[in-house]
T-cell receptor, first 109, second 115 residues
Framework: TQLLEQSPQFLSIQEGENLTVYCNSSSVFSSLQWYRQEPGEGPVLLVTVVTGGEVKKLKRLTFQFGDARKDSSLHITAAQPGDTGLYLCAGLYGNKLVFGAGTILRVKS | NAGVTQTPKFQVLKTGQSMTLQCAQDMNHNSMYWYRQDPGMGLRLIYYSASEGTTDKGEVPNGYNVSRLNKREFSLRLESAAPSQTSVYFC??????????????FGPGTRLTVL
């Protein structure tokens, strides 16, 4: 059983559309990170959210940490083909990161 | 800076063979990690080393051993490979540079197939 559940598992959209990816858990995390992974490469850190209710923006990407620090979301505005990849959330549980299974995003031009 | 490097990039083994996956980082990080990534299961921690000279088991340690050779290098050994160990293996490091929540830097991965 995954400690962190991500949804949807797969998302295929047209360029210019908006989308939201969710990361949910029944556990409280001290912080939560989002990574992006391209085919054949390792994950790359996008952002860390720490405080309940925190919102961080990275260009067209908006990350939110739930008030209770059990869930997070990633919203992409006007998706572009370059956003294609696997998006992973990871919660800090003690001194170790626990990863969700990921959301595969495909943006078609 | 090269960041985190891994060798080899690809490997095919027969059941029962042994091999060592190498990892090195040049960011002066204290902590290093080995993960495996399987479809639909995300990244699962195999072993980690919080600092030079220490190693601890992660979520899926069975069938693996590790060595923290020095601060830069952390190797993963499969003593007797099994088909269930077919996976993509990632090394990561963390610690320092103003990042305080165990943010990790990953290598490019080793794609291992066990026949």
């Amino acid at each position: 059983t995954q400690l962190l559940e991500q949804s949807p598992q797969f998302l295929s959209i047209q360029e210019g559309e908006n989308l939201t990816v969710y990361c949910n858990s029944s556990s409280v995390f001290s912080s939560l990170q989002w990574y992006r992974q391209e085919p054949g490469e390792g994950p790359v850190l996008l952002v860390t959210v720490v405080t309940g209710g925190e919102v961080k923006k990275l260009k067209r990407l908006t990350f939110q940490f739930g008030d209770a620090r059990k869930d997070s979301s990633l919203h992409i505005t006007a998706a572009q083909p370059g956003d294609t990849g696997l998006y992973l959330c990871a919660g800090l549980y003690g001194n170790k990161l626990v990863f969700g299974a990921g959301t595969i995003l495909r943006v078609k031009s | 800076n090269a960041g985190v490097t891994q060798t080899p990039k690809f490997q095919v083994l027969k059941t029962g063979q042994s091999m060592t996956l190498q990892c090195a980082q040049d960011m002066n990080h204290n902590s290093m990690y080995w993960y495996r990534q399987d479809p639909g299961m995300g990244l699962r921690l195999i072993y980690y080393s919080a600092s030079e000279g220490t190693t601890d088991k992660g979520e899926v340690p069975n069938g693996y051993n590790v060595s923290r050779l020095n601060k830069r290098e952390f190797s993963l050994r499969l003593e007797s490979a099994a088909p269930s160990q077919t996976s993509v293996y990632f090394c990561a490091s963390s610690g320092g540079g103003g990042l305080t929540y165990n943010e990790q830097f990953f290598g490019p991965g080793t794609r291992l197939t066990v026949l």
